[in-house]
């Protein structure tokens, strides 16, 4: 590079010296060095291209500015700089690493969730001798240990793999979660493959990572496993607008373990269950400070899950669900297994919000048509409500996300800064909830009785926000359980309970 320099100085200093020092001889040079005099300018020209190339090749490389380019002689045409291949881009927003491609086309990023709970239960110790759930487990357990990998690929592909190594009542021993593709190349629609839950309700669709207590509301937990929920395999077809989402899913039985006939809603088998959830919801008011959201969801078991069991109980729905704590996995209310023909689950969305106030509402219709009932055994139906509210003291408001038409968390203002006088971001919550798996339990014909017991919460909570992805949650419960065993005995019970959530993300 040194030689080449040199030889170009030498040439460009001779050139000036014939065309200053000597001007009237200008017109009398002959042909023969004036021959070299163009030669030695189209030299100089293309190495003048040669260093503007490779000066924008090392500027692309390392994202610097490119410095302008020295512009040749205009005699001479200069060729243009070869293409460079964009470079691979890396982010770490929020403690998440991330690569995309330079043209955006391929991303891959990796994300975490980790919750920790513990919990105490304060019961009587005088409860009725036909009581069982009478020494509920206070301890701690991890509730979610998440490991995230997902993005883009060939710009209209996503995909997403999440491992869960946390569980219900104990830490599990690890298993995927999710696993899917998902086309989003049409503007109107995207559609999804593989294991995942499909949108079926308010709270539903809500990010666990933000959610305003530590579980979902007893009637909406169990509204998503009838059909969806997770680890559920299924296919879907949704859109996500401004302000308006609609999504229709077909799906299958669960992958999981947690979903056994021992602690789950359905028995896995390999005569798998046929299901559909879909959703419309929306914001039909929406303005800079304030909104209100509507939604309608459905979701249906079409052939229930053949067990291979007896004809009485050969294909059967069983309705369930624990007390919106998770430390001690006990269901209060069941429903028994029903032979059935088939489900479904209805369900109404309301929710507000204004500044820093939010409020959500659902409220549930569970149906179970038998199977062969026997004369005088009617189908049954269920209901669940909850409503539950918060008000974020230091001013931040909770996230709508229109990609799932929910509420997510709150984001603070200034993160946890003590030095600086910041402490994040606080909230107050409550929510009171009831779920009914009681039908006709006063009927004189047993078969057409079932005493599931209705479950009644009251909750309150502070939640800090410290950082985006660091947060504790303090949430205290009053439960009451109404409850008839087959001979009429009362088996429910009155408890309150404390329960703290640690909790990081990245």
Do not use: C
């Not at 200069?78 to 927003?93: E, G, I, S």
């Not at 007896?310 to 001690?328: G, M, N, S, W």
């Not at 800064?417 to 971001?425: F, K, Q, R, Y």
């Not at 919550?429 to 014909?445: E, F, I, K, M, P």
Request: overall charge neutral; proline content about 4%.
């Amino acid at each position: 590079m040194r030689t080449s320099t040199s030889k170009t100085l030498i040439a460009a200093a001779s050139l000036m010296a014939l065309t200053f020092a000597v001007p009237a001889l200008a017109q009398q040079v002959p042909p023969d060095v004036q021959a070299k005099i163009d030669a030695m300018q189209a030299q100089i020209d293309a190495q003048q291209a040669q260093l503007n190339a490779l000066k924008s090749q090392i500027a692309t490389q390392f994202n610097a500015p490119v410095a302008a380019p020295i512009a040749p002689a205009p005699s001479v045409a200069t060729a243009p700089a070869k293409a460079v291949a964009p470079a691979v881009t890396a982010t770490l927003k929020n403690g998440s690493p991330a690569l995309a491609s330079g043209d955006g086309a391929f991303t891959f990023n990796i994300k975490g969730l980790f919750q920790a709970d513990a919990a105490t239960y304060n019961q009587d110790s005088n409860l009725p001798a036909a009581v069982t759930a009478r020494d509920l487990n206070s301890g701690t357990n991890i509730r979610r240990a998440r490991v995230i990998f997902n993005g883009k690929m060939f710009s209209d592909f996503d995909y997403n793999l999440t491992f869960d190594f946390g569980g219900t009542g104990a830490e599990d021993v690890g298993r995927v979660h999710e696993a899917w593709v998902q086309y989003s190349g049409f503007k109107s629609a995207k559609f999804r493959v593989g294991e995942f839950a499909p949108s079926v309700g308010l709270a539903d669709a809500g990010s666990q990572g933000g959610s305003a207590f530590l579980e979902r509301p007893a009637a909406a937990e169990m509204a998503r496993n009838v059909s969806a929920g997770d680890t559920r395999m299924s296919i879907a077809a949704f859109n996500a607008k401004d302000r308006y989402l609609w999504s229709f899913a077909v799906t299958g039985n669960t992958m999981s373990s947690l979903n056994t006939a021992a602690s789950g809603f359905n028995t896995i088998n390999n005569d798998e269950q046929l299901g559909i959830a879909a959703r419309i919801a929306g914001t039909p008011v929406k303005t800079k400070d304030a909104l209100f959201h509507v939604g309608l969801n459905y979701s249906g078991i079409i052939n229930p899950a053949d067990t291979g069991a007896a004809a009485a109980t050969r294909y059967p729905i069983q309705l369930r669900e624990r007390p919106e704590l998770r430390v001690d996995a006990t269901r209060l209310v069941d429903s028994g297994a029903i032979n059935a023909d088939s489900a479904s689950v209805t369900g109404l969305e309301f929710g507000a919000q204004y500044k820093s106030l939010f409020l959500q509402s659902e409220a549930f219709d569970y149906r179970i048509e038998r199977l062969n009932a026997a004369t005088g055994v009617t189908n049954p139906k269920f209901t669940g409500w909850y409503v539950e509210g918060g008000w974020v003291l230091t001013g931040e408001s909770r996230k709508y996300n229109t990609q799932t038409a929910a509420f997510d968390g709150v984001t603070p203002a200034a993160n946890f800064d003590p030095a600086s006088g910041h402490w994040g971001a606080f909230e107050l919550v409550a929510r009171y909830s009831t779920l009914d798996l009681n039908y006709h339990d006063q009927a004189a014909l047993a078969a057409d009785r079932i005493r599931g017991g209705q479950q009644d919460i009251t909750s309150l909570g502070l939640n800090w926000q410290l950082t985006p992805t660091v947060r504790f949650l303090f949430q205290g419960q009053s439960v009451e359980v109404k409850r008839l065993n087959a001979a009429g005995d009362p088996i429910g019970q009155d408890y309150t309970a404390f329960a703290v959530r640690s909790q990081f993300g990245f």
